[in-house]
């Protein structure tokens, strides 16, 4: 067994399509598929990576929602424990967007005060853009959480989010 000198459990959550399985995949695998397969229950994966500032070794555990958010049926245990949770919507899909804030309150009635990233993902289809970036600002700021901009596609900006996350949760610890 390996010793990490810090394990966060990460949530990442967010509507269904906009590239949670995707990112989990990306970040722990450092794989990437075009193809959109549904996974049914919860999974996780792990990744250890050393963050410099922390001048640790961290243990990411990523749950994904694996479609249970399509049901409005995610489980308690899925919430158990979480350090961190990544927010995520789409960069071509509004109802995602607008569904950010509801799942903040999720995660809050859940897990209570825990480091938070919000995402948005696949800036890579900026010409099919569904919200201006005034109001992915805005939004943001509203919610007092770090915007991060992703193409889980290319490996854009991807590690950056955990790395921040891991800061985090130090500061709130
Ligand atoms: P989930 O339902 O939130 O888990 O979303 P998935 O990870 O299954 O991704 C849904 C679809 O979006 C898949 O076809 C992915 O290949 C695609 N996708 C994920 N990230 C990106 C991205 O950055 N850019 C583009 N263009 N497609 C992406
Ligand atoms: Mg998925």
């Not at 990490?4 to 590239?19: N, P, Q, S």
């Amino acid at each position: 067994m390996e010793d990490f000198d810090r394990e966060i459990k990460v949530l990442v959550v967010g509507d269904g399509g906009v590239g949670k399985t995707s990112m989990i995949r990306r970040f722990c695998k450092g794989m990437f598929t075009d193809e959109y397969k549904k996974t049914i229950g919860v999974d996780f994966m792990e990744k250890p990576l050393f963050v410099d500032k922390l001048g640790e070794e961290v243990r990411f555990m990523l749950w994904d929602t694996a479609g249970q958010e399509e049901f409005n049926s995610i489980t308690r245990v899925y919430y158990r424990g979480a350090g961190a949770a990544v927010i995520a919507f789409a960069t071509n899909d509004r109802a995602s967007f607008d569904a950010v804030a509801s799942w903040k309150d999720k995660i809050e009635a859940e897990c209570g005060e825990v480091a938070i990233a919000l995402v948005q993902n696949k800036v890579d289809l900026v010409h099919q853009s569904a919200m201006t970036a005034e109001e992915v600002e805005g939004l943001a700021r509203k919610l007092g959480c770090k915007l991060y901009r992703t193409c889980v596609k290319e490996d854009i900006n991807v590690t950056e989010v955990f790395v921040y996350l891991a800061e985090l949760h130090d500061k709130k610890m």
